[in-house]
């Protein structure tokens, strides 16, 4: 779960990023936020993953009160969280499935759990023919569906998607989002940040529009395939 409870963020010059913002997901949800550039979705995630505090509020991410959690603590409440970036991110020098099992190895998870967790999460992400495929001979679709699996890898409460679909073909997009909302429906709660609206009125759900640190917007929108 995560709830921000009259959350604001003003940064050292004088930036008001966030204003006195209350926000609740549920464990299982999946949400889309969206908003124009500098209107407060980068420090939202920020906040969350605690790579920043806020200034005034509460914080609260799977469990963990990220007001007053001690920084010892932050790599622990870390693990509960994957992330995907726009740009990929994986090392160039590792085939697949190195590149997933790395998450593992960091964390010293048992080599027989590696085993079977590696393949099983490159199976859901339908790559099981790319497993000894390096970096450079994936498609940009590919590498993302990499990258979610490598999110998806040391089984987290919750996924943060940023712009996943920012550097893929749009006709793949859909697919991303598909396999994204394919994890959801396991369980895992995924929070999808996005500025492209196509997806978001394709797929509907909740939407959660921020624009000048504010939420100006919080519902749930059908999809095309609703009625």
């Known amino acids: 779960m995560v709830e921000l409870k009259n959350v604001s963020v003003t940064y050292s010059t004088g ?34 993953l605690k790579e920043i ?9 799977n469990d963990y009160n990220l007001s007053t959690l001690k ?13 995907v970036f726009q740009d990929f991110r994986l090392i160039p020098s590792m085939t697949v499935y190195e590149n997933i099992a790395f998450v593992l190895r960091v964390i010293d ?16 992400v339908g790559l099981q023919e790319k497993s000894n495929s390096y970096p450079n001979q994936l498609s940009g ?3 993302q569906r990499v990258a979610i699996a490598r999110a998806l890898v ?10 996943p679909t920012g550097n893929i073909d749009p006709e793949l997009s859909y697919e991303i989002v ?13 929070l999808m940040v996005t500025h492209e609206h196509d997806l978001v009125r394709h797929f509907g759900g909740r939407i959660i529009n921020i624009d000048s640190g504010e939420i100006v917007f919080d519902e749930v929108i059908g999809g095309v395939n609703e009625d």
């Open 109 to 124: 998870a048992p080599k027989k759990y590696i085993r079977k967790r590696v393949p099983y999460v490159i199976s859901l």
């Open 53 to 61: 505090d806020a200034t005034s509020g509460i914080v609260m991410v």
């Open 15 to 48: 930036v008001d990023a966030l204003n006195n913002v209350s926000l609740k997901i549920n464990d299982g949800e999946f949400a889309f936020v969206v908003g124009s550039s500098g209107a407060g979705k980068s420090t939202l995630i920020k906040l969350i």
């Open 178 to 190: 598909d396999l994204l909302k394919g994890i959801n429906d396991c369980g895992t709660t995924i």
């Open 141 to 143: 679709g590919e590498q």
């Open 71 to 83: 920084r010892k603590k932050i790599p622990e409440f870390r693990r509960t969280i994957g992330f």
């Open 154 to 163: 040391n089984d987290p409460q919750l996924i943060i998607a940023d712009e």
